[in-house]
T-cell receptor
C-alpha cells in the first residue's frame, strides 16, 4: 500500500514535556509538510521540506522542530516552548513543492496536553 | 494580500439534490486551485485541481469545479448529493507567479447531506 502513515493516532502529553510525532511516506515524494488544524481555523503550516536535509519554517513554527534525514521520514517535535500544543496534526507530501502538485495527507495525530 | 475565502461555514442539502460549495480567491498572478475533503478525524483527501486549460474540472467521487477568472471563483459542485458526501471541504490556492512554496487554505465548509 502506498501512502503516508502517522503515529500515534492519539497522544497525550504532560505540560513541560517534548513529544515527537512520526510521519513516514512511501510515495517517493521529495516534499513533505506539517500542518496544525484547530477548529474553525483551517490548516496552518508549521514546517515544510523540499528535499532531504532541508526544511523551511511555515507560518507557525515557534515551539516546533523538525528533521529530514531520510526522504521518507519527516518527524515533528512539539517542544515545551509551544504554548498551546493541543491540536490535530497533519503530515502531507507531494512530488515537489512546485505549484501544480497536489498534496497527499496522512491520517493525523491528535495531541492533547494534560 | 493573497487569500482564499469560503463564504459559507455550513451548507445543508437534501440527498439527490445538486450541491455547491463556494470558494473565491485573491492572488497576484495566475492561480493554481485545489479542493480537498476531510472526513471526521481523518486526513484530507485531494478531490481536484485547476492548473490551466478547460475551466470545468472533473475530479473524484463525481465532483467537479468551475474556474471563473472574472469572478475569481472556483466553486465545487456535484449534480446529485449523497449522504456519504457529508464532510468538511477545503479550498486552497497557490500563486503561480510568486516564489510561493505554500498553499493558502480556506477555513473550510461543512457539508451536511440530509437523507
Amino acid at each position: 500500500d502506498g501512502g503516508i502513515t502517522q503515529s500515534p493516532k492519539y497522544l497525550f502529553r504532560k505540560e513541560g514535556q517534548n513529544v515527537t510525532l512520526s510521519c513516514e511516506q512511501n510515495l517517493n515524494h521529495d516534499a513533505m509538510y506539517w500542518y496544525r488544524q484547530d477548529p474553525g481555523q483551517g490548516l496552518r503550516l508549521i514546517y515544510y521540506s523540499q528535499i532531504v536535509n532541508d526544511f523551511q519554517k511555515g507560518d507557525i513554527a515557534e515551539g516546533y522542530s523538525v528533521s529530514r534525514e531520510k526522504k521518507e521520514s519527516f518527524p515533528l517535535t512539539v517542544t515545551s516552548a509551544q504554548k498551546n500544543p493541543t491540536a490535530f496534526y497533519l503530515c502531507a507530501s507531494s512530488m515537489s513543492t512546485s505549484s501544480y502538485n497536489e498534496q497527499f495527507f496522512g491520517p493525523g495525530t491528535r495531541l492533547t496536553v494534560l | 494580500a493573497q487569500s482564499v475565502a469560503q463564504p459559507e461555514d455550513q451548507v445543508n442539502v437534501a440527498e439527490g439534490n445538486p450541491l455547491t460549495v463556494k470558494c473565491t480567491y485573491s492572488v497576484s498572478g495566475n492561480p493554481y486551485l485545489f479542493w480537498y475533503v476531510q472526513y471526521p478525524n481523518r486526513g484530507l483527501q485531494f478531490l481536484l485541481k485547476y492548473i490551466t486549460g478547460d475551466n470545468l474540472v472533473k475530479g473524484s467521487y463525481g465532483f467537479e469545479a468551475e474556474f471563473n477568472k472574472s469572478q475569481t471563483s472556483f466553486h465545487l459542485k456535484k449534480p446529485s448529493a449523497l449522504v456519504s458526501d457529508s464532510a468538511l471541504y477545503f479550498c486552497a490556492v497557490r500563486d503561480y507567479n510568486g516564489n510561493n512554496r505554500k498553499l493558502i487554505w480556506g477555513l473550510g465548509t461543512s457539508l451536511a447531506v440530509n437523507p
